[in-house]
C-alpha cells in the first residue's frame, strides 16, 4: 500500500531535486543557447562554488550562505578572464567551432579538478550553515528541508532574472542578436566580446553560486562535477535545445523522476530510468519535453 | 510564442560533440604513472594499481599513504635483507582511476613494461577483482592492502592476497555488537551503494540482524550518486531503531546530511567504513559525531607488534610525521601487506629482479607465512570461501565520541561506554 505521507514526502523530495538541478542547468542552457558553446567545465564550476563554499564560509563567521553573493562576483570575474580564451578557439578559420569550444571546455574540467585535488586534497568538506538547519515538518505532506527550499528558490528566481535581462533589457537584447547573428550584430554596433564575456560571467557566477547552496546541502568534494554536468546535459535534452525556460520543467521533471523511481521502482534503477527517459524523448520528440526546442 | 535564442545549432551537433567528448574521455582514462622500463638489480620493484583520481581517489590515497610509509621506513632501515646484502624497494603507480577496466590495462602494463618483481593491490574490490586475473595469466603475486569483498576470495585467485579482514567478517561482527547494546534494537533500516564492497557490507549487516532476530524492515541499495533523501524519506516512514548502510565515505556523508535535513533521527547510524577518517568528519562536521563505524586497527589498541614498526602507537606516530594526520586501518593494512612482503622476500632469499619460478615460490611462502606486525598477525587462509584472506584481525565496532574521536565500543575489554541512543 502507498502511503500518503511517503509520496507526499517523495514529490517534495523531487521538486526540490530539480530546483537544485536547475541552478546548474540554466547557467548551461545559457551559454549553449547564447554562445553555441558545449561546457564540459559546468560541473567543475559547482565543484568550485562548493569548494569556494567550504573554504571561505568559516572565515566568514561560519555561515555559508555568506558566500553566495561572494561566489557570483568571483566567478563572474573568472568567467569574464575565461571567456577571450574560449572565443579564441571557436571563431577564426577554425574548423567545427562547437567541438573545439567541447574540447577546450573539456580540459578546463580537467584542469579545474586536477587544480582543485592538489590544492586541497581528496577530502570531502562540509559547508557549514547555522541559519538552514533541519527541516519543516509540515503535517499530512512530509519535511521541506530548509536548506533545499531555499536553493530551488534561488534557482527558479535566478532563471526568472536572467529571463528579464536577456527579454526586457538592451543588453539582454544585444545578447540575443549575437546568438541570432553575430556578423549582422556586429554591424549594427554591438561589442560582440564584451556581451559573450558577460554572459559567459553570468553562467560562471550562476553555476558557482548554486555549488555553494549544493555544497550546503551536500557536501564539497574534487569529483563531485562530473554527474552535474551529466545532468545540465539531459536537462537541456529534455528543455529542448536552445529553449530557455523549458529549464524549470526538464529540472523538476529530472527531481521527481528520480524520487519517485527510487522510492516506489527501487533505487538501483534510477540512472537506468533517467536515460531510458532520455533516450524514449530523443526517439519521439527530439525538440524536448515541450517540443519548443530546435531541432534542424 | 517561441523563445528560441539560436537556429543554427541542432540535435546533431550536439550529438555529435558529445560524442567527441566521450570519446576525448576515454581516451584520457588510462594512464600509467609510473616511471620506464629500465630494470636494474640493485631493488625490488613492486607496481601499486590503485585510485589515485576518480571518485574512489580518497581511499586510493589512503592506499597510497599506507604503502610509501613501508617504503620509506624499510628504506630507511637498509632495505630488505637477503642473504646479507640489502635491497632497496621502488615503488612504480599505476592510476586505476576508480575504474576496474582501466586498473585491469595499468596492471598489464606494469608487469609487460616495469618488469615488476610483486604488486600491491588497488583500494577499492571493484578494481581489485578486475586486477587479479590480470595477476592469474601472470603469475605475478599481489597483496591487497585494502579490498575487503568477499567476492574476491570467492574466486580462489591463487596469486592475490589480501591482508584487511573481508567485509563479510568486519561489519557482520561489529554490527551484531551494536544490535547487542542495551536498550536492544527491534529493527533495522539497511542501505547501501550498489557496488561489490558496498553491497557486500549491506549484506553482512542484514545478515547479522537476522542472526540476531532483529526485524529488518528494508533492504535499500541504491547508485553511489543518488540524492539519499529517497532513501532516507523510506526509512523515516518506516521508524527503525537502527540504520545501517554499507558504502563508501561519499555516500556516507550524503546520506547523514539528507537525514539531518529531514528531520530523521533513528538511535543510531552505523557506517561501516571511513568513518575514523578525516573526509568523513570534515565532510559532516558536527554532525558526524555519535556515528557508529567498524575498524580492524587502531593507533591505541595492542597487537602483537613485531617486523619493521613495532607497535601499533609507533606506527601511527612514523604515519603522523609523514602525513599530519592518524592512519586509518587501510592505511595500516596497505603498509602491513608490505611488511608481509618483507618477510616472505628475506625467507625466499632470492635478488632482484625475481624470475617467474622465484615468484611462484614467494607466493607459496606468503601463503604459508605467519607474519608479526604492527597490526596485528598476518595469516592467510588456505582454503575455503575466504581463500588468501587474512581473517585473523580481529573487528571492532567504534563510534565517533567527544571531538568526533573514534573510539571502540561494544563489549571488547578495551571499550568505551557507548553513546546509544545516541544524544546530540
Known amino acids: 500500500m502507498v502511503s500518503t505521507e511517503l509520496l507526499g514526502q517523495s514529490i517534495v523530495n523531487g521538486l526540490l531535486l530539480g530546483g537544485i538541478y536547475v541552478t546548474v542547468g540554466v547557467g548551461f542552457a545559457l551559454v549553449?543557447?547564447?554562445l553555441e558553446i558545449i561546457d564540459f567545465a559546468v560541473g567543475e564550476?559547482?565543484?568550485?562554488?562548493?569548494?569556494?563554499?567550504?573554504?571561505?564560509?568559516?572565515?566568514v563567521g561560519g555561515e555559508g550562505l555568506f558566500v553566495v553573493p561572494l561566489a557570483f562576483v568571483a566567478f563572474f570575474l573568472v568567467g569574464m578572464i575565461v571567456q577571450p580564451f574560449l572565443h579564441h578557439v571557436t571563431t577564426g578559420d577554425r574548423p567545427m567551432p562547437l567541438l573545439m569550444g567541447l574540447v577546450f571546455t573539456f580540459g578546463l574540467a580537467i584542469f579545474m579538478r586536477g587544480?582543485?585535488?592538489?590544492?586541497f586534497g581528496p577530502n570531502t568538506r562540509a559547508v557549514p550553515t547555522k541559519t538552514l538547519e533541519g527541516g519543516i515538518d509540515v503535517t499530512g505532506i512530509g519535511t521541506f528541508p530548509e536548506v533545499r527550499v531555499v536553493t530551488a528558490v534561488v534557482g527558479v528566481l535566478a532563471l526568472v532574472a536572467f529571463m528579464y535581462y536577456l527579454y526586457r533589457t538592451t543588453g539582454g537584447t544585444a545578447i540575443r542578436a549575437i546568438a541570432e547573428d553575430r556578423d549582422i550584430a556586429r554591424l549594427m554596433g554591438v561589442n560582440i566580446n564584451r556581451y559573450q564575456s558577460i554572459a559567459y560571467g553570468v553562467y560562471a557566477g550562476l553555476t558557482a553560486t548554486g555549488g555553494v547552496f549544493i555544497g550546503l546541502i551536500y557536501s564539497a568534494g574534487p569529483g563531485m562535477g562530473l554527474q552535474y554536468t551529466a545532468f545540465a546535459f539531459f536537462m537541456i535534452v529534455l528543455a529542448g535545445l536552445g529553449y530557455l525556460p523549458g529549464i524549470i520543467i526538464s529540472g523538476l521533471v529530472l527531481g521527481l523522476a528520480q524520487s519517485l523511481t527510487a522510492v516506489y521502482i527501487g533505487g538501483e534503477l534510477v540512472f537506468f530510468v533517467l536515460f531510458g527517459m532520455i533516450y524514449v524523448l530523443l526517439l519521439v520528440r527530439p525538440e524536448g519535453l515541450l517540443g519548443k526546442g530546435e531541432v534542424s | 510564442m517561441r523563445e528560441n535564442i539560436k537556429t543554427v545549432k541542432n540535435r546533431r551537433q550536439f550529438m555529435k560533440a558529445a560524442g567527441l567528448a566521450g570519446t576525448v574521455g576515454v581516451a584520457g582514462v588510462a594512464g600509467c604513472v609510473g616511471g620506464g622500463s629500465d630494470r636494474g638489480g640493485d631493488k625490488f620493484k613492486f607496481g601499486v594499481v590503485t585510485s589515485l583520481s576518480g571518485d574512489l581517489r580518497f581511499g586510493g590515497e589512503v592506499t597510497r599513504r599506507g604503502y610509501d610509509l613501508?617504503?620509506?621506513t624499510v628504506n630507511e632501515n637498509g632495505g630488505i635483507d637477503i642473504d646479507g646484502s640489502s635491497y632497496?624497494?621502488?615503488?612504480?603507480?599505476?592510476?586505476a582511476k576508480s575504474d576496474p577496466s582501466t586498473g585491469a590495462d595499468a596492471a598489464s602494463r606494469m608487469i609487460s613494461s616495469e618488469?615488476?618483481?610483486?604488486?600491491l593491490g588497488p583500494y577499492s574490490s571493484n578494481v581489485t577483482l578486475a586486477v587479479a586475473p590480470i595477476m592469474e595469466k601472470n603469475r605475478t603475486p599481489h597483496i591487497s592492502g585494502s579490498a575487503e569483498s568477499p567476492r574476491i576470495w570467492e574466486q580462489q585467485f591463487k596469486h592475490t592476497f589480501g591482508t584487511v579482514p573481508t567485509v563479510t567478517l568486519i561489519a557482520q561482527r561489529a554490527a551484531e555488537e551494536i544490535l547487542s547494546l542495551d536498550p536492544a534494537a527491534e529493527s533495522v533500516y539497511v542501505s547501501g551503494v550498489n557496488g561489490p564492497f558496498s553491497k557486500a557490507t549491506a549484506s553482512a549487516m542484514r545478515d547479522a540482524a537476522e542472526n540476531k532476530g532483529v526485524e529488518v524492515l528494508a533492504y535499500d541499495l541504491n547508485p553511489s550518486d543518488t540524492d539519499w533523501t529517497n532513501v532516507v524519506s523510506s526509512a523515516k516512514s518506516q521508524d527503525p531503531d537502527l540504520h545501517f548502510h554499507g558504502g563508501h565515505i561519499g555516500s556516507h556523508v550524503s546520506l547523514l546530511k539528507a537525514a539531518d535535513q529531514l528531520n530523521y533521527d533513528p538511535d543510531g547510524f552505523f557506517n561501516h567504513y571511513g568513518v575514523n577518517t578525516?573526509?568523513?568528519?570534515?565532510?559532516l562536521g558536527d554532525g558526524a559525531r555519535g556515528t557508529f563505524g567498524a575498524t580492524v586497527w587502531m593507533p591505541d589498541l595492542e597487537r602483537s607488534g613485531g617486523k619493521l614498526f613495532g607497535s601499533a602507537a609507533d606506527y601511527a606516530e612514523a604515519a603522523r610525521a609523514e602525513y599530519d594526520s592518524d592512519?586509518?586501518?587501510?592505511?595500516?593494512?596497505?603498509?602491513?601487506?608490505?611488511?608481509v612482503y618483507q618477510q616472505a622476500l628475506e625467507e625466499l632469499g632470492a635478488a632482484p629482479p625475481l624470475s617467474d619460478t622465484q615468484k611462484s615460490k614467494l607466493v607459496e611462502i606468503i601463503e604459508g607465512a605467519s607474519v608479526e606486525t604492527f597490526y596485528g598477525d598476518v595469516t592467510f587462509d588456505k582454503e575455503g570461501e575466504f581463500y588468501h584472506n587474512n581473517t585473523s584481525t580481529s573487528p571492532l565496532p567504534i563510534q565517533l565520541q567527544d571531538d568526533n574521536k573514534a573510539v571502540v565500543v561494544g563489549s571488547a575489554d578495551s571499550a568505551s561506554p557507548a553513546n546509544y541512543p545516541v544524544e546530540e
Open chain 2, 278 to 283: 578525516s573526509s568523513f568528519k570534515e565532510g
Open chain 1, 45 to 59: 564550476y559547482v565543484m568550485l562554488g562548493a569548494f569556494m563554499g567550504a573554504i571561505v564560509a568559516p572565515v
Open chain 1, 32 to 34: 549553449f543557447g547564447v
Open chain 1, 115 to 119: 587544480s582543485v585535488l592538489t590544492i
Open chain 2, 327 to 339: 592512519p586509518d586501518y587501510t592505511q595500516a593494512a596497505s603498509s602491513a601487506a608490505g611488511v
Open chain 2, 70 to 72: 613501508w617504503k620509506k
Open chain 2, 115 to 119: 618488469r615488476v618483481d610483486a604488486v
Open chain 2, 88 to 95: 632497496e624497494v621502488e615503488l612504480s603507480y599505476a592510476d
